[in-house]
């Protein structure tokens, strides 16, 4: 058997668990055949993907050959090209400018938020990208209706984002066999991940990279600190933590570690009934506003809770492109409080 045959055969094996060959994930380095020993080495950006991959191999090809040689070229950045955040690396430095959506806490609409500023930007006639950080939960896809896409690669060994409202798409949900497969990642898996989108992904020139990030103030949200220079945070909140300390310790970490705030949005603020288009104020009025004024950052504007917003959300039509009139001002509102509130490069 010699190295092409060699290479073919590995190719063609199945990782375990999805439905993918080591050759369409791009897993092999450099393939040699000396004297009866087959030398493998595999690129891999996790030693649990270097040892599943090693076992396969090991199992379908160690009777073919004297004896194997499985090596690992790590792919991960080292930690010691690891920024910091007053003064982080550039992993994406083909775009201008950096949004990062953050929130303290989960399931206040950041995602739906990241999304519908995305494609308002675009509507503007920006070139955008998004980058679904929440590693852990990604929602992105289903958002954008780009849920049944799975990861493609381009010719440089680039991975295509997905397309759809006139924005770029990444998330980790692309990569997984299926959308509902539970991530189970360390952290520096996660992390690893995250930076690989960054600089594996054919973005294209991006005049914005909006990031979803994930809820709280861990891991990924300092990794994105320290690896990319954010232009502007845009923290989203919603009325009944408004005055929490989650915000507050979302607000204190970005001082903390330097980033600019672009300013604060209230979603979830006041309900519209559906049939009768009244507007309830039902936590009361001003929250998000007067946290703004504590802090002494913008207040980006109040987003109402409206079935339609979700509905239409978890079909993967954002309000911004398919909505009314109304829906589209809220969101185009933002973005025009974002851009006239931060310095961007444009
Ligand atoms: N303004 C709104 N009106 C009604 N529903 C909304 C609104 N904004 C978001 N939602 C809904 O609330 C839910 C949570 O929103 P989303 O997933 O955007 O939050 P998140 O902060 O990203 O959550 P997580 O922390 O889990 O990532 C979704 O079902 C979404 O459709
Ligand atoms: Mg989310």
Redesign the pocket.
Request: charged residues 25%; negative net charge; aromatic residues 0%.
């Given at each position: 058997m010699n190295n092409n045959d060699l290479k073919t055969l590995l190719q063609d094996l199945k990782y375990p668990g999805i439905d993918r060959t080591i050759g369409e994930l791009k897993l092999l380095g450099e393939i040699k055949v000396v004297n009866g020993v087959a030398n493998v080495e595999l690129l891999t950006i996790s030693d649990e993907s270097y040892l599943n991959v090693k076992k396969l191999i090991e199992e379908s090809i160690s009777n073919k050959f004297d004896s194997l040689n499985i090596t690992k070229k790590n792919l991960a950045k080292k930690d010691a090209n690891y920024g910091n955040s007053a003064n982080p690396n550039n992993r994406a430095p083909y775009a201008k400018n950096v949004i990062a959506v953050t929130?303290g806490?989960?399931?206040?609409?950041?995602?739906?938020?990241?999304v519908n500023i995305a494609i308002a930007l675009a509507q503007k006639g920006f070139k955008v990208g998004i980058l679904d950080a929440?590693v852990y939960?990604p929602?992105v896809p289903r958002?954008t209706n780009t849920d049944v896409e799975r990861i493609k690669w381009n010719d440089d060994d680039k991975i295509i984002p997905s397309e759809n409202y006139g924005i770029k798409i990444m998330s980790v949900a692309l990569t997984t066999p299926a959308m509902d497969t539970p991530l189970v990642w360390r952290s520096s898996v996660a992390v690893n991940a995250l930076i690989q989108f960054l600089e594996d992904v054919a973005w294209g020139e991006l005049d914005f990279m909006v990031i979803?990030m994930?809820?709280g103030t861990g891991d990924v949200q300092l990794t994105v600190a320290q690896e990319l220079p954010i232009s502007a945070a845009v923290l989203?909140t919603t009325p009944q933590i408004v005055a929490t300390d989650d915000v507050s310790r979302a607000v204190m970490m970005f001082k903390d570690i330097s980033v600019k705030m672009a300013g604060i949005v209230e979603?979830?603020?006041f309900f519209i009934a559906p049939d009768t288009k009244n507007r309830y104020d039902i936590f009361g009025t001003g929250g998000g506003e007067k946290i703004a004024k504590k802090y002494d950052i913008p207040f980006l504007g109040a987003?109402?809770?409206?079935?339609k917003?979700?509905?239409a959300?978890?079909q993967g039509e954002p309000p911004v492109a398919l909505g009314d009139d109304e829906q589209k001002k809220y969101y185009q509102d933002v973005v025009e409080n974002i851009l006239a509130n931060s310095e961007f490069n444009l």
């Open positions: 929130s806490k989960g399931g206040v609409g950041k995602s739906t938020v990241s929440d939960g929602n958002l979803d994930p809820p989203v979603n979830m603020s987003i109402p809770l409206d079935m917003i979700r509905e959300s978890d």
